[in-house]
């Protein structure tokens, strides 16, 4: 029975990490689909724990992808240094939401369709703006701060953090690579303070099933990120973000005629 129980829980970790790992760098946010297909399937092993634990895989694939770029950025500080100013908000007010419980509070099912719905809205008039800059000469602390102003965001399931920041790039003239870039390198310090609550959370509450499910997540989560960011990038040198805010306003309309019929 034990056995069957943890191959159960394995299944529906896969399914989650795919979930995660297809939807975290998408403009479609993660945490909207986490919890709509735990809710609609009734997971039990979909928690706030096992998304952070589905967010370091994330993490590990974001940084081995882009390992070349990141090391030329750890010998360019200034770069570094933007990176990480884009990062100072949402750190402090990520916590106190993690720490007063109150991001637990944000995960229902009609506050998701509704900022998945003028978040997809705000993507599609956030990808008409002209291309005038470049991230190699005119990322600057400024526009740091103020990708890392809607960053905050993010917090709130069914915004997107991927879709926000690259709404955020793309107001200030970068094009959809440089803007999924910035986004991207913006995720890694932002994941990795996500992740250390996870793990510090596993060590306390830490059992033997909840260490090898964590590692699960992890692992899946890894390999379905990495191909996910590789096919993304390949998508958006040929194409608009179109089809993701279609999606994004399809999948509102769905949440919400659940919510309200």
Request: with cysteine.
């Amino acid at each position: 029975m034990q056995y069957w129980l943890s191959m159960l829980s394995s299944v529906e970790i896969l399914i989650l990490a795919i979930i995660q790992g297809v939807s975290e760098f998408l403009p479609v946010s993660s945490a909207a689909h986490l919890v709509l297909v735990s809710n609609y399937y009734s997971f039990v092993n979909q928690s706030l724990l096992i998304d952070i634990c589905l967010h370091l895989g994330s993490l590990i694939a974001i940084v081995f992808y882009f390992r070349k770029d990141l090391f030329n950025f750890i010998k360019n500080k200034n770069f570094l240094i933007k990176i990480l100013i884009g990062t100072i908000p949402i750190i402090p007010v990520g916590y106190i939401l993690y720490e007063t419980g109150i991001i637990n509070n944000l995960r229902s099912l009609e506050l998701i369709g509704w900022m998945s719905l003028v978040f997809g809205v705000l993507l599609y008039i956030s990808d008409k703006s002209k291309i005038s800059k470049k991230i190699e000469k005119e990322f600057n602390k400024r526009s740091a701060i103020f990708i890392g102003l809607f960053q905050i965001l993010s917090l709130i399931p069914g915004v997107s953090r991927s879709g926000i920041t690259i709404t955020a790039g793309r107001f200030l003239g970068f094009g959809r690579i440089d803007s999924a870039k910035i986004s991207f390198f913006l995720s890694i310090p932002t994941l990795a303070a996500a992740s250390l609550l996870g793990i510090y959370d596993i060590y306390k509450v830490g059992s033997p099933e909840l260490n090898f499910l964590a590692i699960i997540a992890i692992i899946f989560s890894f390999i379905f990120s990495y191909i996910t960011i590789a096919l993304f990038f390949n998508f958006i040198k040929k194409f608009s973000l179109s089809i993701f805010i279609a999606y994004r306003i399809i999948l509102s309309f769905f949440i919400l005629g659940i919510v309200y019929l």
